[in-house]
């Protein structure tokens, strides 16, 4: 009787307590695993976001230069990012819904505010006046989601 109760005390009780164990590990593991995939694909969001608005601010800068200030810019860098700008157009169109389920809810409204004045814009505008309206407020939604990035990148840490 005291060998089975030996060997029960070296294999049993070790076993009960590895596979609880052994469960919760893996749990964190796997919710650490989601966690940080749900970040990357945030982040990249936010990214895209950032490089679209960066885009938009850039060409409505030439098209101020050239307009108002009497700027001489290259005609095929002005072609190349005004079409950089229409796609940058598109892209803030076509993620402003779908960043509701990455971004938190300043910065969607921000989007979303934007978006409602992009949609008034012509594509492919030339008015300096329309295009510094929209380069302001572009660099305001910017700002917001970048702080809005920032502050959610520190509390993942």
Same mark, same amino acid.
């Given at each position: 009787m005291?060998?089975?109760?030996?060997?029960?005390?070296?294999?049993?009780?070790?076993?009960?307590v590895?596979?609880?164990?052994a469960? @919760?590990?893996? $749990? %964190?593991?796997?919710? !650490?695993?989601k966690?940080e995939?749900?970040?990357?694909? /945030? *982040?990249?969001?936010?990214?895209?976001?950032?490089?679209?608005?960066?885009?938009?601010i850039n060409y409505?800068?030439?098209v @101020?230069?050239? $307009? %108002?200030?009497?700027v !001489?810019?290259?005609?095929?860098?002005?072609n190349n990012? /005004? *079409?950089?700008?229409?796609k940058?157009?598109?892209?803030?169109?076509?993620?402003?819904?779908?960043?509701?389920?990455?971004?938190?809810?300043?910065?969607?409204?921000?989007l979303?505010?934007f978006?409602?004045?992009?949609f008034?814009?012509?594509t492919?505008?030339?008015?300096?006046?329309?295009?510094?309206?929209?380069?302001?407020?572009?660099?305001?939604c910017l700002?917001?989601?970048t702080?809005?990035?920032?502050?959610?990148?520190?509390?993942q840490?």
């Amino acid at each position: 009787m005291d060998d089975f109760v030996d060997l029960a005390m070296k294999f049993i009780v070790p076993f009960v307590v590895s596979i609880p164990t052994a469960i @919760i590990s893996v $749990k %964190l593991a796997l919710r !650490k695993f989601k966690s940080e995939k749900w970040w990357d694909k /945030k *982040l990249a969001c936010y990214i895209g976001l950032s490089e679209a608005f960066s885009v938009i601010i850039n060409y409505a800068d030439i098209v @101020i230069d050239i $307009k %108002l200030d009497g700027v !001489k810019h290259d005609k095929e860098e002005l072609n190349n990012r /005004k *079409l950089m700008f229409n796609k940058s157009m598109l892209k803030l169109q076509t993620q402003v819904y779908s960043s509701v389920l990455f971004m938190d809810k300043t910065s969607h409204e921000s989007l979303l505010r934007f978006y409602n004045e992009l949609f008034c814009m012509e594509t492919s505008s030339e008015d300096p006046e329309k295009l510094a309206k929209l380069r302001t407020n572009a660099e305001f939604c910017l700002n917001i989601i970048t702080k809005e990035a920032k502050r959610e990148y520190r509390s993942q840490m």
